[in-house]
């Protein structure tokens, strides 16, 4: 039972996870749960590559994820925009915008998105 609540935590709420064509967690998707009053959150995850990281934080109308992507790895990332703007850093791709997300693939390393309401 508290492998479930683990697993529920490192894939939701911290966001973890992989694509559904990855194998091994050489793809990542990170799209963490950023609902209700929750504030903040980070998790990790060891994959075959490496540990996988990720922290975000919202506050006052901004929004912080910083993600970890191991070498030989790349990752799937959603933003969630709350009717705002994302900010990604250099050598992220934008992927794809929507109302509630902008989506981003990066290759291994930190990386750091932001968005604002508005």
Same mark, same amino acid.
């Given at each position: 039972m508290l492998g479930a609540i683990d697993s529920w935590f490192t &894939?939701?709420?911290?966001? @973890?996870?992989?694509?559904s064509d990855s194998v091994g967690y050489a793809e990542l998707l990170i799209d963490p749960?950023?609902?209700g009053g929750m504030t903040s959150a980070s998790g990790s995850y060891r994959t075959?590559? %490496? $540990?996988?990281? &990720?922290q975000w934080k919202r506050d006052?109308?901004? /929004?912080?994820?910083?993600?970890?992507?191991?070498? *030989? #790895? &790349?990752?799937? @990332?959603?933003?969630?925009? /709350? %009717? *705002?703007?994302?900010?990604a850093p250099a050598g992220a791709r934008l992927?794809? &915008? %929507?109302?509630?997300?902008? $989506?981003y693939e990066a %290759? #291994? *390393? #930190?990386?750091?998105f932001r968005s604002t309401a508005s």
């Open positions: &894939t939701r709420v911290a966001g @973890i996870g992989q694509t749960a950023v609902e075959p590559y %490496g $540990v996988a990281r &990720t006052a109308g901004r /929004f912080r994820l910083t993600v970890d992507v191991p070498a *030989g #790895s &790349t990752a799937e @990332i959603h933003v969630p925009l /709350f %009717g *705002g703007k994302a900010r992927v794809r &915008t %929507g109302q509630e997300e902008a $989506v %290759g #291994s *390393g #930190s990386w750091t």
